[in-house]
């Protein structure tokens, strides 16, 4: 056995077990048959997939699409501005990141439900807004899409933020000089130099964010309140209260492709840019 | 005529030191001008502030005879063409050709970028993008680029510093071509002497701050204001107070008549091709080099020798 091989040896069993097994599961599990009491059962058939293609399911798919795809639009915007403020700010910019990743020092899970107590009919918003006599009955701010995206880009914000200014950390300051030199004014500037130099800081954030607010089933079911169904719940659903172990194994497959998909077809027009 | 760039007792100061010091230059229009002094002399920041990326902390910059001091680089009619070329990564050639133009939302863009890039001896190669081009193509896309806007004066940041040596040298030429050719004032920046003399009209040599002198390259070479210049601008030998260049001194063994001479050892001599450098210690201490011709040199390493030279070829300071 080469040294090479032997190096890799830890990780390829590691990946074996814990990857290639369950894909394994996941798939032979999708062509089969729901057992009575869960789990699954001989025949071999493909209705589980012919069952997404079912109008419910697939406007869960694209409502999925959707809500991932305005969340990381969100964080684009939000995340951007952020990312080239932190870096432009010399000395304090290690302070900034760290601010960034600030939320990391908690779970997820709780950062979730502290948006149930803040949003919820007795919780801090309506509280303080009843309190002032802005409003007289409670808003609904929870159970619906915008609580969902509020969750999601408060959650995923920094996977954008990171890579982004990763990117514009790099731009070399003389094309700013340059662009100025020749007449660009500021905001020029930023939408000829800046925003096109920084498309891979773009790119990458974005699939950062986007393929997992696409598989998100925790923010969907405590904030969307389960009337938000995306894939991730499905899949959830499925093997939880359905009992219908396959049809789940085939929606987890179809988000899993769905993502590969939308990556490699980013993976090819970057590497088609290159080569031109 | 109203020259086309003057600083007026510009100075600039930055945390800890003063960059460029009290300096005033008047620069005629249509010439081509070179900042000339070793690194850190404020060089560097003086084409800054004439570019507009520095604010002067005192002082005047005159563009045209109007104080430009406050116009961002964006409000002046200058282009910078930068030492690491800064072209756009994301643009061909001609886009970043095209990138001022568009700014100054002219007519007939991509003819005139097409015709700078002719200029500059790329046509063919419009539609690369800066990572396709050579280190001496990038360049030419950055003159093409400043080029193109017809500028007031056109500042190069040690424009050949990058190129490769044998590059370097026919870039000089093209460089001066291209000054004549489109009539615009050109001002670089550099610390190669060699480059300052041969291609520029008048040389303002920078030290500390300070602008030393500004002359015509034969005069601040044969005629420097300063130790300093003439130290710069080209080898020089000491003796006492008096300067004399390498190439106006003599060596022989016998001691010649009616002419300033020292006595000295050969130390060594070394062979340059076309010329040869023969070093020797004086006797009253110091050192002195002669440039010589092949045929000159029949010096042997240690021989007891009469270093000479004409009067006029002498260098006095006050």
């Given at each position: 056995?080469?040294?090479?091989s032997?190096?890799?040896?830890?990780a390829?069993?590691?990946?074996a077990?814990?990857f290639?097994?369950?894909?394994?599961?996941?798939?032979?599990?999708s062509?089969l048959?729901r057992?009575?009491?869960?789990?699954?059962?001989?025949?071999w058939?493909?209705?589980n997939?012919?069952?997404l293609?079912?109008?419910?399911?697939?406007?869960?798919?694209w409502?999925?699409?959707?809500?991932?795809?305005?969340?990381?639009?969100l964080?684009a915007?939000?995340?951007?501005?952020?990312?080239?403020?932190?870096?432009?700010?010399g000395?304090?910019?290690?302070?900034?990141?760290?601010?960034?990743l600030?939320?990391?020092?908690?779970s997820?899970?709780?950062?979730?439900?502290?948006?149930?107590?803040i949003?919820?009919d007795t919780g801090?918003v309506?509280?303080?807004?009843?309190?002032l006599?802005?409003?007289a009955?409670?808003?609904?701010?929870?159970?619906?899409?915008r609580?969902v995206?509020?969750?999601l880009?408060?959650?995923?914000?920094?996977?954008?933020v990171l890579?982004m200014?990763a990117?514009l950390?790099?731009?070399?300051?003389?094309?700013?000089?340059?662009?100025a030199?020749?007449?660009a004014?500021?905001?020029?500037?930023?939408?000829?130099?800046i925003?096109p130099?920084?498309?891979?800081?773009?790119?990458?954030?974005?699939?950062?964010?986007?393929?997992?607010?696409?598989?998100?089933?925790?923010?969907?079911?405590?904030?969307?309140g389960?009337k938000?169904?995306?894939?991730?719940?499905?899949?959830?659903?499925?093997?939880?209260?359905?009992?219908?172990w396959?049809?789940g194994s085939?929606?987890?497959?179809?988000?899993?492709?769905?993502?590969?998909?939308?990556?490699?077809s980013l993976m090819?027009?970057?590497?088609?840019?290159?080569?031109? | 005529?109203?020259?086309?760039?003057?600083?007026?007792?510009?100075?600039?100061?930055?945390?800890g030191h003063?960059?460029?010091d009290?300096?005033?230059?008047?620069?005629?229009?249509?010439?081509?001008?070179?900042?000339?002094?070793?690194?850190?002399?404020?060089?560097?920041t003086?084409?800054?502030?004439?570019?507009?990326f520095?604010q002067?902390?005192?002082?005047d910059?005159?563009?045209n005879?109007?104080v430009?001091?406050a116009?961002?680089?964006?409000?002046?009619?200058?282009?910078?063409?930068?030492?690491?070329?800064?072209l756009?990564?994301?643009?061909?050639?001609l886009?970043?050709?095209?990138?001022?133009?568009?700014?100054?939302?002219?007519?007939?863009?991509e003819?005139?970028?097409?015709?700078?890039?002719?200029l500059?001896?790329?046509?063919?190669?419009q539609?690369?993008?800066?990572?396709?081009?050579?280190?001496?193509?990038?360049?030419?896309?950055?003159?093409?680029r400043s080029?193109?806007?017809?500028?007031?004066?056109?500042?190069?940041?040690?424009?050949l510093a990058?190129?490769d040596p044998?590059?370097?040298?026919?870039?000089?030429?093209?460089l001066?071509?291209?000054?004549?050719?489109t009539g615009?004032?050109f001002?670089?920046?550099?610390?190669d002497q060699?480059?300052?003399?041969?291609m520029?009209d008048?040389?303002?040599?920078?030290?500390?701050?300070?602008i030393?002198?500004?002359?015509?390259?034969?005069?601040?070479y044969?005629?420097p204001?300063?130790?300093?210049?003439?130290?710069?601008?080209g080898?020089?030998?000491?003796?006492?107070?008096?300067?004399?260049?390498?190439?106006s001194?003599r060596v022989?063994?016998?001691?010649?008549d009616?002419?300033?001479?020292?006595?000295?050892?050969?130390?060594s001599?070394?062979?340059?091709g076309n010329?040869?450098?023969?070093?020797s210690?004086?006797?009253?201490?110091g050192?002195?080099?002669?440039?010589?011709?092949?045929e000159q040199?029949h010096?042997?390493?240690?021989?007891?020798?009469?270093?000479?030279?004409?009067?006029?070829?002498?260098?006095?300071f006050?």
């Amino acid at each position: 056995m080469s040294l090479r091989s032997r190096f890799l040896l830890p990780a390829r069993v590691w990946m074996a077990l814990f990857f290639a097994a369950p894909m394994a599961i996941v798939l032979s599990y999708s062509f089969l048959t729901r057992g009575e009491y869960g789990g699954v059962e001989q025949p071999w058939t493909v209705e589980n997939f012919i069952r997404l293609a079912d109008p419910i399911y697939l406007s869960i798919l694209w409502r999925s699409i959707w809500i991932a795809g305005l969340s990381t639009a969100l964080c684009a915007l939000l995340g951007f501005p952020l990312a080239l403020f932190i870096s432009r700010s010399g000395r304090r910019r290690n302070l900034y990141l760290q601010l960034v990743l600030l939320p990391f020092w908690t779970s997820f899970l709780v950062r979730t439900y502290a948006w149930l107590f803040i949003l919820r009919d007795t919780g801090l918003v309506n509280t303080v807004l009843m309190r002032l006599n802005i409003i007289a009955t409670p808003m609904q701010l929870l159970y619906n899409d915008r609580a969902v995206l509020l969750g999601l880009v408060c959650n995923f914000l920094p996977f954008f933020v990171l890579p982004m200014y990763a990117t514009l950390e790099r731009l070399d300051p003389a094309l700013l000089e340059a662009a100025a030199d020749l007449g660009a004014r500021p905001f020029a500037t930023l939408r000829r130099v800046i925003i096109p130099v920084s498309a891979p800081g773009f790119v990458a954030g974005s699939v950062l964010v986007f393929i997992p607010c696409l598989g998100a089933y925790l923010t969907p079911d405590l904030l969307g309140g389960g009337k938000t169904v995306m894939l991730g719940n499905l899949v959830q659903n499925q093997f939880t209260t359905a009992r219908d172990w396959p049809f789940g194994s085939a929606a987890s497959l179809v988000l899993m492709l769905a993502s590969a998909l939308l990556l490699a077809s980013l993976m090819r027009s970057r590497m088609a840019r290159e080569l031109t | 005529m109203q020259p086309v760039l003057e600083l007026r007792h510009v100075s600039k100061d930055f945390p800890g030191h003063r960059a460029v010091d009290n300096i005033s230059l008047e620069l005629p229009r249509g010439g081509f001008y070179a900042l000339l002094g070793p690194s850190g002399c404020g060089k560097t920041t003086t084409l800054r502030m004439i570019g507009g990326f520095e604010q002067p902390s005192a002082g005047d910059v005159l563009l045209n005879g109007s104080v430009v001091n406050a116009l961002k680089p964006f409000e002046r009619d200058v282009s910078t063409v930068f030492q690491s070329y800064a072209l756009f990564p994301h643009l061909t050639a001609l886009r970043n050709v095209e990138f001022g133009l568009r700014e100054r939302k002219l007519a007939d863009r991509e003819p005139r970028a097409m015709r700078a890039l002719e200029l500059v001896q790329l046509t063919g190669k419009q539609d690369r993008t800066p990572a396709q081009l050579s280190g001496g193509e990038k360049q030419r896309v950055a003159l093409a680029r400043s080029l193109v806007l017809e500028p007031q004066i056109l500042l190069l940041d040690e424009p050949l510093a990058a190129l490769d040596p044998k590059l370097r040298k026919e870039m000089r030429a093209e460089l001066k071509a291209m000054q004549r050719k489109t009539g615009i004032t050109f001002l670089f920046v550099t610390h190669d002497q060699e480059e300052a003399l041969s291609m520029s009209d008048k040389v303002a040599v920078m030290n500390q701050g300070h602008i030393e002198q500004f002359g015509t390259p034969e005069e601040v070479y044969l005629r420097p204001a300063t130790p300093f210049v003439a130290g710069f601008l080209g080898a020089i030998n000491w003796f006492g107070k008096t300067g004399v260049r390498p190439e106006s001194t003599r060596v022989s063994r016998d001691k010649p008549d009616g002419v300033p001479c020292r006595r000295a050892a050969i130390e060594s001599s070394l062979f340059f091709g076309n010329r040869v450098h023969v070093n020797s210690v004086l006797d009253e201490g110091g050192l002195a080099v002669a440039e010589l011709s092949r045929e000159q040199n029949h010096f042997e390493e240690g021989e007891a020798v009469w270093i000479h030279w004409e009067p006029a070829d002498e260098l006095h300071f006050e």
